[in-house]
Structures are given as structure tokens and as C-alpha cells.
């Protein structure tokens, strides 16, 4: 395949940024998304030129590093699917794919697809852990766990803080992501003792970072690569008022 990639170009945080227009050449349909990128660099870095910045750990779906916005979509649109598992298959030969980083004001870009995602950090350290006691490894069932409560505590614990939800939203909410956090540990017995602590420490440590209020479009849930349901923010904001009215 060959592709006109327009990509976004930043030299750092403080110059303005453009779309550079780049021919990717020859590219085999089985690549992913970032192993094509990796291609149009090698060619870029042989002519002496800088290559693009991107963000990449993993290269599996599970570390939530890749962040591209691929023809106006975070992830590129494919269900289910981060960057760095999309593949070139889903292209066609000939097309022009536009290739942006993740915009929010709480995000700002570093270099060109790169973006400072150290707010989702700042976030979990106001509160998304569990820091009882909690011993050893216990026997299996020493802790009874309801089956629906594990279940739906391990759906929300695959959030990867990829950020595709605040990308997503008109008003750069990080809702999804934080109720994700606040389900996953909330639900659990380790986690009760400390939920109306830690629903208020995140919502205010969001608040803060400058992230806004959920849009209600459901544009997180679309563009999730993790499939979170936009059922946990519903769950927040009643642990939430739980939290106030209790005022703790
Ligand atoms: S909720 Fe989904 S889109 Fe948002 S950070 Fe978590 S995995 Fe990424
Ligand atoms: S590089 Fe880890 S999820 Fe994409």
C-alpha cells in the first residue's frame, strides 16, 4: 500500500505546531499502525530529517502508551482497539490519514504526537490505591467476594489510562477513566474501607487538573479501547453523593 500520511509536527511545548504531509511507501497491510509510523521514520531519519514523535510501550493493547488520533478518532475507530494493535488492513491503498495528538487542555503536546499525560498520574496519587493492610496472600475464598461485585470490579479494572476518553470529549472529561479507577477498587472488600475517601480525593484531583464535566454524548465509551461502560460513571456520581452526604 502507499499512503499520504498528514501529520501533526511540534517542535516542543511551546512552538506552534502544523500537519506535514509524508508518503508512506510499500506498506504491508498485516503492519500495525505504529510498525507503519516506524517505516516512515526510518525513511525520515535516512534523508537526515527528524523523526516523528509518538508514544509506544507495550505494542499489545495493555499499557495505554500509544495515543494517536487517527482521522479525527483516538485509536482510529476500530472497536475495541488501541493504536498500536490497529491494523493497516483496515486502509486503503491510496488513502490520506490525518494523525493528530490527543487535544485537551490537560493533556498539552511535548512533541509532535506526544502528549503530558501526568494528570491521570497526579489522579491516581490523590487516591487510586488501597492502603489498608491487607497480609498475605489469603486462602482462596477466605474473603468472600460476590460473583456480580468481582465481575464487574475486573471490567472496570481494565481501564489502561490510555486517555482516548478525554480525547474523545467535547468537554475533556476524564470521568470514564476515573470511574473506571474508583469502581475497580471500590467494589472490592480491600477497597470499601477507604471508597468515600477515594471518590472525593479523585473527583477533586480531576477538578483540579483542569479536566471538565462529563458531555453526556457518550463519546468515551465509543472510542474506549477497554470497552468500559459508561454504566461506571453512573456508579460515581452515586458514590459520590454518598460520599458528600455522609461528609467525609
Ligand atoms: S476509560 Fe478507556 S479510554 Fe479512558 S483511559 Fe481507560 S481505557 Fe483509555
Ligand atoms: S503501546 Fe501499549 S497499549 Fe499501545
Redesign the pocket.
Known amino acids: 500500500m502507499n499512503l499520504t500520511l498528514k501529520v501533526w509536527r511540534q517542535k516542543n511545548a511551546t512552538s506552534p505546531g502544523r500537519f506535514e504531509a509524508y508518503q508512506a511507501k510499500e506498506i504491508i497491510q498485516d503492519m500495525s499502525f505504529l510498525e507503519m509510523l516506524d517505516v516512515v521514520n526510518e525513511e525520515l531519519i535516512s534523508r537526515g530529517e527528524d523523526p516523528i514523535a509518538f508514544d509506544s510501550d507495550c505494542r499489545e493493547g495493555i499499557c ?1 502508551a500509544c495515543a494517536l488520533v487517527i482521522n479525527g478518532v483516538p485509536h482510529g475507530g476500530q472497536k475495541a482497539t488501541t493504536t498500536c494493535q490497529l491494523h493497516m488492513r483496515h486502509f486503503e491503498d491510496g488513502d490520506t490519514i490525518t494523525i493528530e495528538p490527543w487535544r485537551a487542555r490537560a493533556f498539552p503536546v511535548l512533541e509532535d504526537l506526544v502528549v503530558d499525560r501526568s494528570a491521570f498520574d497526579r489522579i491516581i496519587q490523590a487516591g487510586g490505591f488501597i492502603s489498608v493492610r491487607t497480609g498475605g496472600v489469603p486462602d482462596a475464598n477466605a474473603i468472600p467476594v460476590p460473583k456480580p461485585d468481582a465481575d464487574l470490579a475486573m471490567d472496570a479494572a ?9 480525547a474523545a470529549c467535547r468537554n475533556a472529561s476524564a470521568m ?2 476515573v470511574a ?1 479507577k474508583i469502581s475497580h477498587l471500590g467494589l472490592l472488600p480491600q477497597g470499601k474501607v477507604e471508597k468515600d475517601r477515594r471518590v472525593l480525593s479523585l473527583v477533586r484531583a480531576m477538578d483540579k487538573e483542569g479536566f471538565g464535566n462529563c458531555a453526556v454524548t457518550g463519546s ?1 465509551e465509543a ?4 470497552e ?1 461502560s459508561l454504566e461506571f460513571i453512573s456508579r460515581m456520581n452515586r458514590d459520590y453523593a454518598v460520599a458528600l452526604f455522609k461528609g467525609k
Do not use: N, R, Y
Open positions: 495505554g481494565q481501564c489502561i489510562g490510555c486517555g482516548a476518553c478525554v470514564l477513566f473506571a468515551c472510542v474506549c479501547p477497554k468500559i
